[in-house]
Protein backbone atom coordinates (compact mmCIF):
# COMPACT_ATOMS: atom_id res chain seq x y z
CA UNK A 1 0.00 0.00 0.00
CA UNK A 2 1.11 3.31 -1.11
CA UNK A 3 2.39 6.05 1.81
CA UNK A 4 -0.02 8.86 1.74
CA UNK A 5 1.55 12.02 0.92
CA UNK A 6 0.51 15.94 0.73
CA UNK A 7 0.19 15.65 -3.15
CA UNK A 8 -1.70 12.75 -2.84
CA UNK A 9 -4.02 14.61 -0.42
CA UNK A 10 -4.14 17.24 -3.62
CA UNK A 11 -1.64 19.58 -2.69
CA UNK A 12 0.97 20.15 -5.03
CA UNK A 13 3.69 21.66 -3.11
CA UNK A 14 5.93 21.46 -6.43
CA UNK A 15 3.56 23.25 -8.54
CA UNK A 16 2.86 26.14 -5.74
CA UNK A 17 7.33 26.75 -6.35
CA UNK A 18 6.64 26.67 -9.75
CA UNK A 19 4.28 29.63 -9.82
CA UNK A 20 6.30 31.68 -7.52
CA UNK A 21 9.45 30.66 -10.30
CA UNK A 22 6.91 32.04 -12.94
CA UNK A 23 5.86 35.24 -11.64
CA UNK A 24 8.91 36.73 -9.46
CA UNK A 25 10.32 38.89 -12.54
CA UNK A 26 6.63 40.45 -13.18
CA UNK A 27 5.94 41.25 -9.19
CA UNK A 28 9.54 42.89 -8.83
CA UNK A 29 8.50 45.30 -11.90
CA UNK A 30 6.03 46.59 -9.69
CA UNK A 31 8.40 47.36 -6.73
CA UNK A 32 8.90 50.87 -5.68
CA UNK A 33 12.37 52.70 -3.68
CA UNK A 34 10.72 51.79 -0.77
CA UNK A 35 10.24 47.87 -1.18
CA UNK A 36 12.83 45.74 1.19
CA UNK A 37 11.63 42.64 0.57
CA UNK A 38 11.46 40.17 -2.57
CA UNK A 39 9.06 37.30 -3.09
CA UNK A 40 9.51 34.01 -0.55
CA UNK A 41 9.88 35.88 2.47
CA UNK A 42 6.91 35.75 5.39
CA UNK A 43 5.69 39.52 5.03
CA UNK A 44 6.34 42.47 2.76
CA UNK A 45 8.53 45.17 4.07
CA UNK A 46 7.93 48.59 2.98
CA UNK A 47 9.53 51.72 3.95
CA UNK A 48 7.62 54.64 4.88
CA UNK A 49 9.08 58.00 3.32
CA UNK A 50 7.72 59.62 6.13
CA UNK A 51 9.43 63.02 6.06
CA UNK A 52 7.56 64.00 2.52
CA UNK A 53 4.23 64.02 4.71
CA UNK A 54 4.60 66.64 7.61
CA UNK A 55 1.48 63.82 9.57
CA UNK A 56 1.37 60.80 7.72
CA UNK A 57 -2.15 58.68 7.93
CA UNK A 58 -1.88 54.95 6.99
CA UNK A 59 -5.10 54.61 4.45
CA UNK A 60 -6.64 50.77 4.17
CA UNK A 61 -8.89 48.54 1.90
CA UNK A 62 -9.49 45.30 1.02
CA UNK A 63 -12.10 43.86 -1.59
CA UNK A 64 -12.47 41.06 -3.55
CA UNK A 65 -13.97 40.72 -7.38
CA UNK A 66 -17.32 38.93 -6.73
CA UNK A 67 -19.00 37.09 -8.97
CA UNK A 68 -17.19 38.40 -12.20
CA UNK A 69 -15.25 35.51 -11.92
CA UNK A 70 -17.64 33.06 -13.01
CA UNK A 71 -17.81 35.02 -16.48
CA UNK A 72 -13.24 33.95 -16.44
CA UNK A 73 -14.61 30.32 -15.71
CA UNK A 74 -16.70 30.57 -18.68
CA UNK A 75 -14.55 32.09 -20.88
CA UNK A 76 -11.26 30.35 -19.46
CA UNK A 77 -9.53 33.96 -19.93
CA UNK A 78 -8.28 34.86 -16.64
CA UNK A 79 -5.73 38.08 -17.63
CA UNK A 80 -8.04 40.82 -16.55
CA UNK A 81 -9.56 39.66 -13.34
CA UNK A 82 -6.97 40.60 -11.63
CA UNK A 83 -6.92 44.28 -13.24
CA UNK A 84 -10.88 44.40 -11.34
CA UNK A 85 -8.98 43.34 -7.98
CA UNK A 86 -6.87 45.95 -7.85
CA UNK A 87 -8.91 48.75 -8.93
CA UNK A 88 -11.76 47.68 -6.37
CA UNK A 89 -9.19 48.12 -3.84
CA UNK A 90 -7.29 50.54 -4.92
CA UNK A 91 -9.90 53.19 -5.79
CA UNK A 92 -11.45 52.77 -2.36
CA UNK A 93 -8.32 54.06 -1.09
CA UNK A 94 -7.46 56.80 -3.17
CA UNK A 95 -11.45 58.72 -2.41
CA UNK A 96 -9.68 59.81 0.81
CA UNK A 97 -6.52 61.71 -1.04
CA UNK A 98 -4.01 58.84 -0.34
CA UNK A 99 -1.39 57.75 -2.67
CA UNK A 100 -1.44 54.08 -3.09
CA UNK A 101 1.88 52.32 -1.37
CA UNK A 102 1.19 48.73 -1.82
CA UNK A 103 -0.91 45.39 -2.54
CA UNK A 104 -0.83 42.01 -1.47
CA UNK A 105 -3.18 39.51 -2.72
CA UNK A 106 -5.01 36.56 -1.85
CA UNK A 107 -5.37 33.46 -4.41
CA UNK A 108 -7.17 30.42 -3.32
CA UNK A 109 -7.73 27.54 -5.45
CA UNK A 110 -9.07 23.44 -5.34
CA UNK A 111 -5.71 22.65 -7.14
CA UNK A 112 -3.26 24.74 -8.57
CA UNK A 113 -2.66 25.59 -12.33
CA UNK A 114 0.45 27.56 -12.88
CA UNK A 115 -0.52 28.53 -15.97
CA UNK A 116 -3.77 29.36 -15.38
CA UNK A 117 -2.58 31.55 -11.93
CA UNK A 118 0.15 33.07 -13.83
CA UNK A 119 -2.84 34.27 -16.16
CA UNK A 120 -4.50 35.86 -12.79
CA UNK A 121 -1.29 37.72 -11.63
CA UNK A 122 -0.46 39.38 -14.78
CA UNK A 123 -3.74 41.29 -14.49
CA UNK A 124 -2.82 42.21 -10.84
CA UNK A 125 0.68 43.23 -11.86
CA UNK A 126 -1.01 45.56 -14.52
CA UNK A 127 -2.94 46.98 -11.96
CA UNK A 128 -0.48 47.70 -9.89
CA UNK A 129 1.45 49.16 -12.16
CA UNK A 130 -1.58 51.05 -13.48
CA UNK A 131 -2.21 52.39 -9.76
CA UNK A 132 1.62 53.50 -9.49
CA UNK A 133 1.77 50.97 -6.28
CA UNK A 134 4.28 48.14 -5.30
CA UNK A 135 3.53 44.26 -4.97
CA UNK A 136 5.18 43.29 -2.04
CA UNK A 137 3.28 39.81 -1.15
CA UNK A 138 -0.01 37.50 -1.19
CA UNK A 139 -1.09 34.08 -0.75
CA UNK A 140 -1.66 30.99 -3.09
CA UNK A 141 -3.81 28.89 -0.59
CA UNK A 142 -4.36 25.20 -2.78
CA UNK A 143 -7.40 23.52 -0.59
CA UNK A 144 -8.53 20.19 -2.03
CA UNK A 145 -12.32 20.03 -2.56
CA UNK A 146 -12.94 23.10 -0.82
CA UNK A 147 -13.32 24.73 -4.85
CA UNK A 148 -15.24 23.52 -8.04
CA UNK A 149 -12.44 22.04 -10.59
CA UNK A 150 -11.04 25.21 -12.35
CA UNK A 151 -12.32 27.60 -10.25
CA UNK A 152 -10.90 29.89 -7.71
CA UNK A 153 -11.53 32.91 -5.47
CA UNK A 154 -9.14 36.56 -5.47
CA UNK A 155 -9.07 39.01 -2.71
CA UNK A 156 -6.74 41.96 -1.97
CA UNK A 157 -5.88 44.46 0.07
CA UNK A 158 -4.10 47.80 -0.76
CA UNK A 159 -2.15 50.15 1.63
CA UNK A 160 -2.28 54.09 0.79
CA UNK A 161 -0.81 57.43 2.83
CA UNK A 162 -2.18 60.62 3.00
CA UNK A 163 -0.99 63.59 4.90
CA UNK A 164 -3.40 64.56 7.50
CA UNK A 165 -4.39 67.69 6.41
CA UNK A 166 -4.76 66.84 3.15
CA UNK A 167 -7.49 63.95 3.82
CA UNK A 168 -10.41 64.26 1.56
CA UNK A 169 -13.20 63.76 3.72
CA UNK A 170 -16.00 65.88 2.75
CA UNK A 171 -16.29 67.89 5.11
CA UNK A 172 -15.84 71.14 3.38
CA UNK A 173 -19.31 70.15 0.74
CA UNK A 174 -21.33 72.97 0.71
CA UNK A 175 -24.80 73.75 -1.41
CA UNK A 176 -23.60 74.69 -4.61
CA UNK A 177 -20.29 72.74 -5.26
CA UNK A 178 -20.54 70.50 -8.43
CA UNK A 179 -20.34 66.92 -9.10
CA UNK A 180 -17.90 65.82 -12.08
CA UNK A 181 -18.23 62.19 -12.92
CA UNK A 182 -15.35 59.97 -14.16
CA UNK A 183 -16.31 57.30 -16.95
CA UNK A 184 -16.58 53.88 -16.17
CA UNK A 185 -15.52 51.05 -18.67
CA UNK A 186 -18.45 49.42 -18.21
CA UNK A 187 -19.93 46.99 -15.68
CA UNK A 188 -16.53 47.15 -14.12
CA UNK A 189 -17.00 44.31 -10.85
CA UNK A 190 -20.63 44.75 -9.20
CA UNK A 191 -23.91 43.11 -10.43
CA UNK A 192 -22.68 40.42 -12.29
CA UNK A 193 -25.35 38.03 -10.31
CA UNK A 194 -27.88 40.36 -11.70
CA UNK A 195 -26.06 40.08 -15.17
CA UNK A 196 -25.71 36.16 -15.14
CA UNK A 197 -29.23 35.96 -14.14
CA UNK A 198 -30.67 37.82 -16.97
CA UNK A 199 -27.78 36.80 -19.69
CA UNK A 200 -27.34 33.38 -18.99
CA UNK A 201 -30.20 31.95 -17.15
CA UNK A 202 -33.98 34.35 -18.08
CA UNK A 203 -32.11 34.74 -22.21
CA UNK A 204 -30.35 31.79 -22.60
CA UNK A 205 -26.87 33.23 -23.92
CA UNK A 206 -23.75 32.28 -23.91
CA UNK A 207 -20.51 34.15 -23.40
CA UNK A 208 -19.23 33.46 -27.25
CA UNK A 209 -22.59 35.10 -28.45
CA UNK A 210 -23.12 38.92 -28.68
CA UNK A 211 -24.31 41.74 -27.45
CA UNK A 212 -27.55 43.48 -29.50
CA UNK A 213 -26.12 46.63 -30.72
CA UNK A 214 -22.18 45.03 -29.73
CA UNK A 215 -19.65 44.31 -31.39
CA UNK A 216 -17.80 42.23 -28.91
CA UNK A 217 -18.82 38.79 -27.36
CA UNK A 218 -20.90 38.73 -24.32
CA UNK A 219 -17.66 37.06 -22.58
CA UNK A 220 -15.63 39.51 -23.85
CA UNK A 221 -17.74 42.48 -23.07
CA UNK A 222 -18.43 41.38 -19.39
CA UNK A 223 -14.48 41.21 -18.71
CA UNK A 224 -13.70 44.68 -19.83
CA UNK A 225 -11.49 45.40 -16.70
CA UNK A 226 -12.54 48.05 -14.03
CA UNK A 227 -11.06 51.75 -14.54
CA UNK A 228 -8.30 52.21 -11.73
CA UNK A 229 -8.62 56.53 -11.23
CA UNK A 230 -5.45 56.40 -8.98
CA UNK A 231 -3.25 58.85 -11.26
CA UNK A 232 -5.81 60.71 -12.31
CA UNK A 233 -6.68 61.34 -8.76
CA UNK A 234 -3.17 62.38 -8.23
CA UNK A 235 -2.75 64.63 -10.57
CA UNK A 236 -5.81 66.73 -10.01
CA UNK A 237 -5.34 66.47 -6.64
CA UNK A 238 -2.04 69.00 -7.45
CA UNK A 239 -3.74 71.47 -8.43
CA UNK A 240 -7.71 71.08 -7.52
CA UNK A 241 -8.90 71.06 -4.42
CA UNK A 242 -11.14 67.83 -4.57
CA UNK A 243 -13.86 68.24 -1.88
CA UNK A 244 -15.40 64.48 -2.01
CA UNK A 245 -14.95 61.26 -4.07
CA UNK A 246 -17.29 58.25 -4.14
CA UNK A 247 -16.28 55.08 -5.84
CA UNK A 248 -19.02 54.30 -7.49
CA UNK A 249 -19.44 50.38 -6.98
CA UNK A 250 -22.36 48.32 -5.56
CA UNK A 251 -25.18 50.52 -4.32
CA UNK A 252 -24.52 52.19 -7.70
CA UNK A 253 -24.75 56.44 -7.37
CA UNK A 254 -27.89 56.06 -5.46
CA UNK A 255 -26.24 54.28 -2.25
CA UNK A 256 -22.67 55.76 -2.58
CA UNK A 257 -22.92 58.97 -3.09
CA UNK A 258 -24.12 59.93 0.17
CA UNK A 259 -21.12 58.14 2.10
CA UNK A 260 -19.48 61.06 1.58
CA UNK A 261 -21.84 64.27 2.52
CA UNK A 262 -21.68 65.79 5.77
CA UNK A 263 -24.81 66.70 7.90
CA UNK A 264 -27.48 69.21 5.60
CA UNK A 265 -26.84 68.41 2.22
CA UNK A 266 -28.01 66.03 -0.55
CA UNK A 267 -26.96 65.35 -4.12
CA UNK A 268 -28.72 66.27 -7.28
CA UNK A 269 -27.87 64.09 -10.20
CA UNK A 270 -29.40 64.80 -13.93
CA UNK A 271 -29.38 61.91 -15.38
CA UNK A 272 -29.47 63.37 -18.93
CA UNK A 273 -25.58 65.22 -18.31
CA UNK A 274 -24.13 61.87 -20.12
CA UNK A 275 -24.85 58.98 -22.16
CA UNK A 276 -25.62 55.77 -20.37
CA UNK A 277 -23.28 53.18 -22.07
CA UNK A 278 -25.24 50.67 -24.48
CA UNK A 279 -24.38 47.59 -22.14
CA UNK A 280 -26.55 48.99 -18.93
CA UNK A 281 -29.86 50.04 -21.25
CA UNK A 282 -29.01 46.30 -22.97
CA UNK A 283 -29.14 44.29 -19.52
CA UNK A 284 -32.43 46.89 -18.73
CA UNK A 285 -34.52 45.84 -21.65
CA UNK A 286 -33.26 42.26 -21.78
CA UNK A 287 -33.74 42.23 -17.94
CA UNK A 288 -36.91 44.11 -17.53
CA UNK A 289 -35.17 45.80 -14.82
CA UNK A 290 -36.77 48.95 -13.71
CA UNK A 291 -34.55 52.22 -13.69
CA UNK A 292 -34.28 52.91 -10.13
CA UNK A 293 -33.61 49.38 -9.69
CA UNK A 294 -30.61 49.86 -12.17
CA UNK A 295 -29.33 53.03 -10.68
CA UNK A 296 -28.57 50.92 -7.21
CA UNK A 297 -27.15 48.07 -9.03
CA UNK A 298 -24.85 49.32 -11.67
CA UNK A 299 -22.52 52.14 -12.14
CA UNK A 300 -24.68 53.41 -15.25
CA UNK A 301 -21.48 54.67 -16.90
CA UNK A 302 -19.95 56.88 -13.84
CA UNK A 303 -17.10 54.78 -11.90
CA UNK A 304 -16.27 57.26 -9.67
CA UNK A 305 -17.72 61.28 -8.45
CA UNK A 306 -15.75 64.12 -7.27
CA UNK A 307 -17.53 66.98 -6.01
CA UNK A 308 -15.55 70.63 -6.45
CA UNK A 309 -16.25 74.55 -6.09
CA UNK A 310 -17.73 76.11 -9.28
CA UNK A 311 -14.29 77.81 -9.44
CA UNK A 312 -12.55 75.05 -9.97
CA UNK A 313 -14.55 73.77 -12.64
CA UNK A 314 -12.70 75.41 -15.90
CA UNK A 315 -9.30 73.68 -14.32
CA UNK A 316 -10.61 71.06 -13.78
CA UNK A 317 -11.77 70.38 -17.13
CA UNK A 318 -8.95 71.23 -18.56
CA UNK A 319 -7.08 68.70 -16.81
CA UNK A 320 -9.18 65.81 -17.23
CA UNK A 321 -9.04 66.48 -20.51
CA UNK A 322 -5.17 66.34 -20.51
CA UNK A 323 -5.49 63.00 -18.49
CA UNK A 324 -7.37 61.69 -21.01
CA UNK A 325 -10.22 60.96 -18.44
CA UNK A 326 -13.30 61.38 -20.03
CA UNK A 327 -15.91 63.44 -17.52
CA UNK A 328 -19.29 65.05 -17.24
CA UNK A 329 -20.64 67.71 -14.55
CA UNK A 330 -23.82 65.59 -13.45
CA UNK A 331 -25.17 67.31 -10.81
CA UNK A 332 -24.46 69.88 -7.89
CA UNK A 333 -24.74 69.46 -4.02
CA UNK A 334 -27.98 70.81 -2.54
CA UNK A 335 -29.46 71.16 0.75
CA UNK A 336 -30.96 67.80 1.93
CA UNK A 337 -31.27 64.87 3.77
CA UNK A 338 -27.58 62.78 2.93
CA UNK A 339 -29.87 61.64 -0.16
CA UNK A 340 -29.16 61.46 -3.89
CA UNK A 341 -32.73 63.15 -5.77
CA UNK A 342 -32.32 62.33 -9.37
CA UNK A 343 -33.90 64.94 -12.14
Excluded at 262 to 284: H, S, Y
Amino acid sequence: MARLTYKNAGVDIEAGDLFVQKITSMVRSTHRPEVLTDLGGFSGLFALGAKKFKEPVLVSGTDGVGTKLKIAFMTDRHDTVGIDLVAMCVNDVIVTGAEPLFFLDYFATGKLFPEKAVEVMKGIVDGCRQAGCALIGGETAEMPSFYPAGEYDLAGFAVGVVDKKKIIDGKKIRPGDLLIGLASSGLHSNGFSLVRKIVFEKRGLTVKDHFPGGSKSIGETLLTPTVIYAKTLSKLQEKVQIKGAAHITGGGITENLPRVLPPGCAAQVRRDRWEVPFIFKTLQEMGEVDTEEMYIDFNMGIGMILVISPKALSQTRSLLKRLRQEAYVIGEIVKGDGTVVYV
